[in-house]
């Protein structure tokens, strides 16, 4: 049987390479989205990927897909901070996941030190930029090997 995982970015992602190349690098989203295949491959996982810059499209996805699969790993990039929507769909899915960040949100901005996902999420992994999403596929792996 296949481990299947839904892979959810945010906002402006889809603009990663282009901006602000000094906090988030010069990977493009399909440069990551390839990266994490290569990865995931070689662990005999299967993904979807997501991408939107609107959150009713993120809360719509976790709910339509996110119980199909056997995690999700979301970086909800600016909606941390201020989505109550995009919490309650992960609250409301049974599915374990885990919030990934590129940057430190820690070491960045005020505003950037709460998230409102973290709390109803398996884990965080933030500031490893690719790695974040390699740690958080293999945190899951290993939530889901030990349950």
């Known amino acids: 049987m296949t481990t299947t995982?839904?892979?959810i970015h945010g906002p402006n992602l889809n603009a990663l390479g282009k901006r602000e190349?000094?906090?988030y690098g010069n990977n493009t989203?399909?440069?990551i989205n390839e990266t994490i295949s290569t990865f995931a491959s070689k662990n005999?996982?299967?993904l979807t990927f997501f991408q939107s810059n609107h959150e009713g499209e993120i809360v719509?996805?976790?709910h339509n897909i996110g119980s199909t699969v056997?995690?999700?790993i979301i970086n909800p990039a600016a909606f941390t901070h201020t989505s109550v929507a995009i919490r309650d769909a992960i609250a409301s899915t049974d599915t374990p996941t885990i919030e990934v960040h590129l940057s430190n949100i820690y070491s960045r901005e005020e505003f950037r030190h709460h998230s409102y996902c973290a709390p109803v999420c398996l884990g965080q992994?933030?500031?490893l930029g690719i790695n974040s999403y390699l740690a958080a596929i293999q945190g899951?792996?290993?939530h889901l090997t030990s349950h």
Do not use: A, P, Y
């Open 5 to 7: 995982f839904l892979v």
């Open 70 to 72: 056997d995690g999700i």
């Open 140 to 142: 899951l792996l290993l």
């Open 125 to 127: 992994v933030s500031g």
């Open 44 to 46: 005999n996982l299967e």
């Open 29 to 31: 989203l399909d440069d």
């Open 60 to 62: 719509d996805t976790i």
């Open 21 to 23: 190349t000094d906090v």
